[in-house]
């Protein structure tokens, strides 16, 4: 079985992952959680000490895949939910510097990869939104309270009650990525952001990382310890198929 996240060491303490769930990165449980599992074992690792975040394909991730969350049972949209919690928490807790570098669209679910990493590299063909208002389903708490940590409460509104994307040129003028450049200078500039956050002293790093995002982290851990004798995390509503549906075609 191919691996959804490769991991390549670019040497002097700089790891690269590459999301690589064929075609576009859409979410999964596994995914998600192999994910999750590479970012444990990369912060074990004391000889990391920062990670690029790319994309293997054109898009960065698009999501969840609609075709199959249209079908999915209670078992099915909880899995996904706990999914969406504990893989975007172990990204936005991770001890070391994330620099995401993305050349492609980074949509609804995807854009988590974005909003979790510590610095954001565009190049001018990305766009960015969260769509899930658009097919009828809220945000789990871990995407929730990830995107109010770190987008300004008018892109917050903007984002999430119209569901439409924004280019990459709005989206650096907004803050929402740290640097805009031509495409073939995207791998390059996120990683010289990566070696020279990785010269930062790493246990304040971290400490540091965490005072700002403890907050939210809080509410995050709170509500998952709750989800877990709550059978139903109503994540889908009477709308929420028909919605889906209609996005597809």
Request: hydrophobic share 50%.
């Amino acid at each position: 079985m191919t691996a959804q996240v490769i991991r390549n060491d670019l040497g002097g303490g700089i790891t690269r992952l590459t999301l690589n769930r064929a075609p576009v990165n859409a979410l999964t449980p596994a995914f998600l959680m192999e994910f999750a599992g590479t970012l444990d074992d990369l912060a074990a690792t004391d000889s990391v000490r920062a990670v690029v975040l790319d994309s293997a394909f054109a898009v960065y991730s698009a999501g969840l895949d609609l075709k199959a969350a249209q079908r999915f049972d209670r078992a099915e949209q909880n899995a996904i939910v706990d999914a969406l919690n504990a893989g975007f928490l172990t990204q936005f807790t991770f001890p070391k510097p994330i620099v995401a570098a993305i050349n492609g669209a980074a949509i609804a679910g995807g854009l988590f990869f974005v909003l979790a990493s510590d610095w954001r590299v565009s190049g001018p063909k990305a766009k960015f939104g969260l769509a899930e208002v658009r097919v009828g389903a809220d945000f789990p708490v871990g995407p929730l309270e990830i995107a109010r940590a770190t987008l300004d409460p008018n892109d917050l509104r903007r984002l999430m009650l119209t569901g439409q994307p924004v280019p990459a040129a709005v989206a650096a003028a907004r803050g929402i990525v740290d640097h805009l450049c031509d495409a073939d200078e995207v791998d390059p500039a996120a990683e010289a952001k990566a070696r020279e956050l990785a010269g930062i002293p790493g246990a304040t790093f971290a400490r540091v990382k965490r005072q700002i995002r403890q907050p939210a982290i809080a509410v995050i851990d709170a509500e998952m310890e709750r989800l877990k004798t709550d059978p139903d995390r109503g994540w889908f509503g009477p709308e929420t198929r028909d919605a889906m549906q209609r996005m597809i075609g």
